[in-house]
T-cell receptor, first 111, second 114 residues
Framework: DAKTTQPTSMDCAEGRAANLPCNHS???????VYWYRQIHSQGPQYIIH???NNETNEMASLIITEDRKSSTLILPHATLRDTAVYYCIVLSGGSNYKLTFGKGTLLTVNP | NAGVTQTPKFRILKIGQSMTLQCTQD?????MYWYRQDPGMGLKLIYY???????DKGEVPNGYNVSRSTTEDFPLRLELAAPSQTSVYFC?????????????FGPGTRLTVL
């Protein structure tokens, strides 16, 4: 699976959009981009995933560049409860199921 | 649905003791996983299972054993506990792999080995 690079930490004001970048320049054509988050002391929580097209669900939007070498997770209206570590993970398609968690980005949402 | 449940929530072991961490899921998922998370680090995969009777090693399997006799349960056994096994342990399950790899995590078991 391709490696990912994320900033160590980011800040965001409550109510504003949080844009979390992820670089995955060695991604292959059949590899998915997954995002999880981990609120302090809790188990990780799935947010969203995509292959080529942009994706949106009730939690967030995922924007993948046309060359697929980077992506951005967007939380449209961040709240204090969105303060967490966000993990960007690249995973092969097919039967691959072993997520590799890096250190992620600590997003702090400030009042 | 309760999702993924883990017991116990906390445990202190002495060096050399053994214990079993319990994990149960009620979503009828085929895939189950055990991770450990050391302070300030990401999760590391210990063992995983793609179905009842099938298990395989992950990234850090030494010192642990697993079994999967039912779809619902995936216990993790620690034999001869060592201080290096002090960590938070998370169990997870998913429907499948690839594009179906939305993993659901339990609340974790915080283990200290003294």
């Amino acid at each position: 699976d391709a490696k990912t690079t994320q900033p160590t930490s980011m800040d965001c004001a409550e109510g504003r959009a949080a844009n979390l970048p992820c670089n995955h320049s060695t991604i292959s054509g059949n590899e998915y981009v997954y995002w999880y988050r981990q609120i302090h002391s809790q188990g990780p929580q799935y947010i969203i995933h995509g292959l080529k097209n942009n994706e949106t669900n009730e939690m967030a939007s995922l924007i993948i560049t046309e060359d697929r070498k980077s992506s951005t997770l967007i939380l449209p209206h961040a709240t204090l409860r969105d303060t967490a570590v966000y993990y960007c993970i690249v995973l092969s398609g097919g039967s691959n199921y072993k997520l590799t968690f890096g250190k992620g980005t600590l997003l702090t949402v400030n009042p | 649905n309760a999702g993924v449940t883990q017991t116990p929530k906390f445990r202190i072991l002495k060096i050399g003791q053994s214990m079993t961490l319990q994990c149960t899921q009620d979503m009828n998922h085929n895939y189950m996983y055990w991770y450990r998370q050391d302070p300030g680090m990401g999760l590391k995969l210990i063992y995983y299972s793609v179905g009842a009777g099938i298990t395989d090693k992950g990234e850090v399997p030494n010192g642990y054993n697993v079994s999967r006799s039912t779809t619902e349960d995936f216990p993790l056994r620690l034999e001869l506990a060592a201080p290096s096994q002090t960590s938070v342990y998370f169990c997870a399950s998913s429907y499948g792999g690839g594009s179906y790899n939305e993993q659901f995590f339990g609340p974790g078991t915080r283990l200290t080995v003294l």
